[in-house]
């Protein structure tokens, strides 16, 4: 039961952010991913090709959805667009850092993109922004509380997940 709840909560909670829309899918989608690769990540166990594939081939059918609920090609292009911007941003930062930021990372920045840009492109950015603050603020807590050193590596596709659905929120609220 306890191993169902957190994915069910999420799915239930990206329903309630999106409602049947093909960005409420590409959230529930999301949803699944998360837990998932929080699991691998604790177990210090490389990302399943298997699990980043199914997720990418499900996320783009919902931009393909999009497109044809939407009857024009705007929305799939921007998703696509964000989805190979977000990557793109952490391909660079990785280039940039010399490592640390492994490639299942970026596929899963990817798939956030694609996921978010459903909306609009500022979402994706958004997301982007949200799982770095995320992060950073994790990272701060390890530090103070001694559990990570500062040179130690912080698993970063949960935080993705994570600034997915922190930038997904404000778009169901009031005002």
């Given at each position: ?12 909670m990206?329903?309630?952010l ?11 989608a ?35 959805a999009a497109?044809f609920v939407?009857?024009?090609a705007?929305?799939?292009l ?21 490592g640390g ?20 492109w500022?979402?994706?950015?958004k ?12 990272a ?19 935080m ?16």
């Amino acid at each position: 039961m306890l191993r169902v709840l957190p994915p069910g909560a999420l799915i239930a909670m990206s329903w309630w952010l999106a409602g049947p829309t093909p960005f409420g899918m590409a959230l529930a989608a999301l949803a699944i991913l998360g837990p998932l690769l929080m699991r691998a990540e604790r177990a210090r166990r490389p990302i399943p090709d298997e699990l980043l594939l199914t997720a990418a081939i499900w996320v783009v059918a919902c931009t393909i959805a999009a497109g044809f609920v939407d009857q024009t090609a705007r929305r799939p292009l921007t998703a696509l667009v964000s989805g190979l911007a977000v990557a793109g941003v952490l391909a660079g930062s990785s280039a940039l850092l010399r490592g640390g930021i492994c490639a299942a990372d970026i596929a899963v920045a990817g798939i956030v993109g694609i996921a978010t840009g459903l909306n609009d492109w500022t979402t994706a950015a958004k997301a982007l922004w949200w799982s770095a603050a995320l992060g950073g603020a994790v990272a701060i807590f390890m530090v103070l509380a001694k559990h990570a050193h500062r040179r130690d590596l912080l698993p970063l596709s949960p935080m993705l997940i994570a600034g997915a659905f922190m930038a997904a929120v404000p778009l169901t609220l009031p005002g």
